[in-house]
């Protein structure tokens, strides 16, 4: 790999301009009259196979309807165990007859400041595997301001606005519930940040289920431009009514538990969870896994349904192997979106037969339930642990798998080594993301 | 370690009560008797929008779509990645689900949460440009300005390809109004790219540095209602630039202890 970069970069660096090929590029098109047209710029998006420094992922650790913390993760993983559960989710009337992927409750403990689900979720992964403790450590070794928070989540706190909702009064928000960090995206951030002192930039990436995904790829730019030193990098949704109404109104909930790949399939459940990654440079973690890549990419299809070719998550996937200078076949496990939808599966199904075929590949999905905006780390989080344990996890639920990924479709857990990992996540809005990762011995 | 980040402003787009793009702007910022339109904007065409998705699509997406297309213009849209950052999202919408989950959650529209997605204008817009680039959006609060630029000016410099940058949001409903309050729709576009040396128009140099930000206001005092009514009119001093104002340095908050310092100017 170091050989394909270190051409593909010579490539990249012309006549001894000091240019990239990109910045070249414009300058010729800027002198001829054509920097505007459609080809420069499709060219440019195709040659621009530069491939960027992977990141380390120096800390890592989550919560999920399997427990909290890796051991947790690791055993259930290795025993191919469900954690949903029938639903007991029911802040307002009779449940919803479906599965859920909840946390135990009696793991939760209040959160100070602002105490909603999603803060409790936020601070039951920070108390895992000493997670809080190499933070602080990150904190003082590069300093506050030198640490950066990106969080991907759907749903941030709205599960206590629909407490709110519940009991307004003439209109008016209860007081007590009368915090802004309740009703918009970035409150969870705000939290965060006064939580653990990050004192850095902080984002929120909002693209539905491809956001905790997509704030791996936003936290490895701001280490790669020197805007931080240390990237805490955070996924996490709560249980609430919008989700597991709305997407009962889409007709998207199956009544059982789901069963992603299945021919039987008949929709998703919904899960929470919260996932942690610290990001560093490699000099300062050469021991830790590896981001390699983030390709990211939009269907421009359908807002609520995927293309049915999975063009756009074919194209995420090409910009992530482009990002790495890596051939599809250099991984060897691929943690799949794998939802349980009908249209999700049938078209992931057919990309992964297409372009990534006989690599071993399982979704995660029927063990944790679907966690929306934290799926794309917790799933990132889960396949660094197949990594590091070298297990390849199951495909929870699946019974009789889609003929067109069968062959490839893990269903029982396979204990074997593992060098380098995909994971893929997709959302509304045409949303994709594919993350490569690998151990660093084979980074 | 204090990287600088450039790029060159090469189309811009603007749709804010009464004033449909930045040319409508212009003239009003040239007409000094002209009062300030507050509340709504009546109806942002977003003519690049499939009918179909049009009609479904709520007024949130409209607004964003209108000025994403202005700033955009004759290009083809179709490599050009985008950042899309709105502090509170579709505010009617939220407050419309939640009423309706508090009094019947079984009738929550599937389309309205379709459109709960806070991606939803950048969906469409993937859609409406035919573009399978990267987007992303952001929600930053209300000084979300500082940590999308930095987003975007980081997209320009590691693809070398100009970048979309579009902040919208639009006025409260409901209880909403008690904790994120937004008196007016405004929404801005920036269409980002690469600096060639010698070309004229707007740039913008950014660094991150230490420290707490200043209040930066628009020159023109007619618009403080706008810039502190609407988080994305916190664009207001950079569409003033494009429109010829003077150059000027500003200051942004990306975390509590950081800023962006933009140096932003109009070569001639």
């Known amino acids: 790999m170091a050989t394909s970069v270190r051409r593909s970069r010579a490539r990249w660096t012309l006549r001894g301009t000091g240019w990239t090929g990109a910045e070249q590029c414009i300058h010729d098109r800027q002198q001829d009259g054509s920097f505007q047209g459609s080809l420069y710029f499709r060219a440019l998006a195709d040659d621009l196979a530069v491939p960027s420094t992977p990141v380390a992922i120096a800390a890592y650790t989550a919560v999920s309807a399997l427990g909290a913390g890796r051991a947790a993760h690791v055993a259930a993983l290795r025993a191919g165990r469900s954690g949903l559960r029938r639903n007991d989710y029911a802040p307002n009337g009779p449940p919803l007859p479906c599965w859920i992927g909840r946390v135990d409750d009696r793991s939760l403990r209040p959160a100070p400041g602002l105490d909603t689900r999603l803060h409790r979720l936020l601070i039951l992964a920070l108390a895992q595997d000493g997670f809080s403790a190499l933070l602080t450590r990150a904190l003082s070794d590069c300093g506050a301001t030198r640490v950066a928070l990106v969080l991907g989540t759907s749903t941030a706190n709205i599960e206590t606005s629909e407490q709110a909702y519940r009991r307004l009064d003439h209109g008016h928000l209860p007081r007590d519930l009368a915090d802004a960090r309740v009703y918009h995206l970035h409150g969870p951030a705000e939290w965060l940040c006064a939580h653990t002192g990050i004192a850095g930039p902080a984002f929120t990436v909002s693209t539905a289920c491809s956001a905790s995904a997509k704030a791996f790829g936003l936290g490895a730019r701001l280490l790669h431009a020197g805007i931080a030193d240390a990237v805490l990098v955070a996924g996490a949704d709560s249980l609430c009514s919008s989700t597991l109404y709305g997407f009962n109104a889409l007709q998207l909930v199956d009544a059982a538990p789901c069963r992603p790949f299945d021919v039987q399939r008949a929709g998703l459940s919904i899960g929470e969870g919260a996932a942690l990654a610290l990001l560093r440079r490699i000099a300062d973690a050469p021991a830790a896994p590896r981001l390699l890549a983030c390709g990211e990419s939009s269907d421009a299809h359908h807002l609520s349904a995927p293309h049915p070719e999975g063009l756009g998550a074919t194209r995420a996937l090409q910009a992530a192997l482009r990002e790495c200078a890596l051939p599809a076949h250099a991984f060897d496990y691929i943690n799949l979106h794998g939802t349980a939808s009908r249209q999700n599966d049938a078209a992931e199904a057919a990309l992964v037969a297409q372009a990534l075929p006989g690599i071993s590949a399982s979704s995660t999905k029927g063990a944790t339930g679907h966690t929306l905006g934290a799926a794309g780390a917790l799933e990132a989080v889960l396949t660094l642990l197949a990594l590091h344990e070298g297990v390849a996890p199951a495909t929870v639920g699946c019974a009789s798998p889609e003929p067109a990924i069968a062959a490839q479709l893990l269903r029982t857990p396979q204990p074997r080594a593992l060098r380098r990992a995909l994971s893929f996540s997709f959302g509304f809005g045409g949303s994709n993301a594919c993350l490569a990762l690998a151990r660093a011995d084979a980074a | ?268």
């Open chain 2, 1 to 268: 370690m204090s990287t600088t980040l450039h790029a060159a402003i090469i189309g811009w787009g603007l749709c804010a009560p009464g004033l449909d793009d930045a040319a409508a702007f212009a003239d009003w910022l040239r007409d000094p008797a002209r009062a300030l339109p507050l509340g709504r904007h009546a109806n942002a065409a977003a003519a690049r929008m499939a009918p179909s998705e049009r009609r479904r699509a709520p007024h949130a997406v409209h607004l964003a779509l209108e000025t994403a297309a202005q700033a955009v213009g004759a290009r083809d849209a179709a490599s050009i990645g985008a950042v899309f950052c709105s502090a509170f999202g579709d505010l009617p919408n939220t407050d419309a689900i939640l009423g309706t989950l508090a009094q019947a959650p079984e009738q929550v529209s599937p389309t309205r949460f379709a459109h709960s997605v806070h991606n939803a204008a950048a969906g469409h817009w993937s859609m409406a440009a035919a573009s399978h680039a990267a987007m992303s959006a952001l929600a930053c609060g209300r000084e979300g300005i500082g940590p999308a630029l930095l987003a975007a000016l980081l997209e320009v410099q590691a693809s070398a390809a100009p970048q979309l940058l579009v902040l919208s949001d639009v006025a409260d409903a409901g209880a909403l109004a008690d904790v994120v309050p937004c008196s007016v729709d405004f929404a801005a576009a920036l269409l980002l790219a690469p600096v060639v040396d010698g070309q004229p128009g707007p740039r913008l140099q950014a660094q991150v540095e230490d420290g707490q930000a200043s209040a930066d206001a628009p020159r023109d005092a007619r618009l403080q209602p706008w810039y502190t009514g609407n988080p994305a009119a916190r664009a207001l001093p950079l569409l003033e630039i494009c429109l010829g104002a003077a150059a000027r340095r500003f200051t942004w908050p990306l975390g509590s202890g950081t800023l962006l310092t933009l140096h932003c100017e109009y070569r001639p």
